[in-house]
Nanobody, 121 residues
Framework: QVQLVESGGGPVQPGGSLRLSCAAS????????MGWYRQVPGKSRDLVAA???????NLADSVQGRFTISRDNAKNTVYLQMNSLKPEDTAVYYC???????????????WGQGTQVTVSS
């Protein structure tokens, strides 16, 4: 099956930086949009950033100017560079991807396992 494996989360102080990585593996013909969502207990899972295969990006207002999303199409990997982190950035961060498998003409989606980011003093 197609899987997304995330890495890079952990504890960090306010103002610090982290880089999250998410790699897609399995039988994949093409990956369309990849993105990062975050969720805290009792709250909805919200979009943080998304990027198309051609490099167009969309970032949530709350992270604009602080986070950068990028991807390596050859590796089917998406990154989230997080700078100037704030306590309110604390959440479980989930990678997502829309993809096509070989010989299938429809898009599918998959979630990563989630990685905890904790911003505190």
């Amino acid at each position: 099956q197609v899987q997304l494996v995330e890495s890079g989360g952990g504890p960090v102080q306010p103002g610090g930086s982290l880089r999250l990585s998410c790699a897609a593996s399995g039988s994949i013909f093409a990956v369309n949009v990849m993105g990062w969502y975050r969720q805290v207990p009792g709250k909805s899972r919200d979009l943080v950033a998304a990027i198309t295969s051609s490099g167009n990006t969309n970032l949530a207002d709350s992270v604009q100017g602080r986070f950068t999303i990028s991807r390596d199409n050859a590796k089917n990997t998406v990154y989230l560079q997080m700078n100037s982190l704030k306590p309110e950035d604390t959440a479980v961060y989930y990678c997502s991807a829309q993809f096509r498998q070989y010989y299938k003409d429809y898009l599918q989606s998959v979630w990563g396992q989630g990685t905890q980011v904790t911003v505190s003093s």
